[in-house]
């Protein structure tokens, strides 16, 4: 009787139940969707949305709208997954960094080669050395209230704090 061994693959080719083992493909063959979104750990959805906010995502399409990625569009997937996902970057963030520094640097970031600028997300750019508009007298008025009424918080804080600090030090 031959002895069962726990680790060998189920007999029939599967080491999963209903998951055919695949020979590994070429590094230059192309991916389907599913291998992509298992290969970055996203789901499909996440992939079949980027490409409606990142134009540069275009995957060769077949029959049945079947998705096959090139390798340079799994490292632009990759790039975008890092600036998304690793460096907390916005969807116009990353849409901006493809934009300024283009699809090979992204590419280059998801292949660990480059590094992103560090994450600054504004919505509108101020021009160097621009004084901030001036402010009406109502707008003065009610951040002098706002101003007092932090000030008078602060001082019920720093009151709160002495009292606890003066029972500390009796119960030591």
Aim: glycine residues 10%; aromatic residues 6%; proline residues 9%.
């Amino acid at each position: 009787m031959p002895i069962e061994d726990e680790d060998a693959p189920e007999p029939g080719g599967t080491d999963a139940p209903g998951r055919a083992l695949l020979p590994e493909k070429e590094p230059g063959a192309f991916r389907t969707i599913g291998e992509v979104a298992e290969d970055l750990d996203l789901p499909q959805h996440v992939l079949r949305f980027w490409e409606t906010r990142f134009t540069q995502v275009r995957p060769l399409k077949r029959g049945g709208n079947r998705r096959y990625y090139r390798p340079d569009d799994i490292d632009l997937l990759r790039g975008i997954r890092r600036l998304l996902y690793g460096q907390g970057y916005t969807i116009r963030g990353a849409q901006r960094i493809l934009r300024e520094r283009g699809m090979r640097f992204v590419q280059a970031v998801g292949r660990g080669e480059q590094t992103a600028p560090a994450f600054v997300e504004t919505d509108h750019e101020l021009e160097p050395d621009t004084p901030p508009p001036p402010l009406g007298r109502a707008d003065r008025a009610s951040l002098n209230a706002v101003l007092d009424e932090l000030r008078a918080c602060r001082r019920q804080l720093a009151g709160v704090r002495g009292a606890t600090n003066a029972a500390d030090a009796q119960g030591e």
